[in-house]
């Protein structure tokens, strides 16, 4: 069975950085976008980012220019750096990976306050 396992999730000032790590546990195959998308308190989930295997990246225009997606040397990893956060980044980070099926991880929460 898969499973996309999250981490770096945590609490951080306006301004500040966090790194999101999203790894597939399980086998894999044929993998061609993985993404993050966020979901806060009584709003719809939304696309923050994704990257395809020929590295082409997709931008919420919320976070263009402060949030970075990209692939790990691991297969089936992918990050999610995030700096300048402000307060309305605070939100449930989910990981997705898509190919011949559609996977999510469980969501790891993001807080942006002073």
């Known amino acids: 069975q898969v499973h996309l396992v999250e981490s770096g999730g945590g609490l951080v000032q306006p301004g500040g950085s966090l790194r999101l790590s999203c790894a597939a546990s399980?086998?894999?195959?044929?993998?061609?976008?993985m993404g993050w998308y966020r979901q806060a308190p009584e709003k719809e989930r939304e696309l923050v980012a994704r990257i395809t295997s020929l590295g082409d990246t997709v931008y919420a225009d919320s976070v263009k220019g402060r949030f970075t997606i990209s692939r790990g040397f691991a297969e089936n990893t992918v990050y999610l750096q995030m700096n300048r956060l402000k307060l309305e980044d605070t939100a449930v980070y989910y990981c997705?990976?898509?190919?011949?099926?559609?996977?999510w991880g469980q969501g790891t929460q993001v807080t942006v306050s002073s």
């Open positions: 399980g086998s894999i195959f044929s993998v061609n976008v």
């Open positions: 997705k990976m898509q190919g011949g099926s559609v996977w």
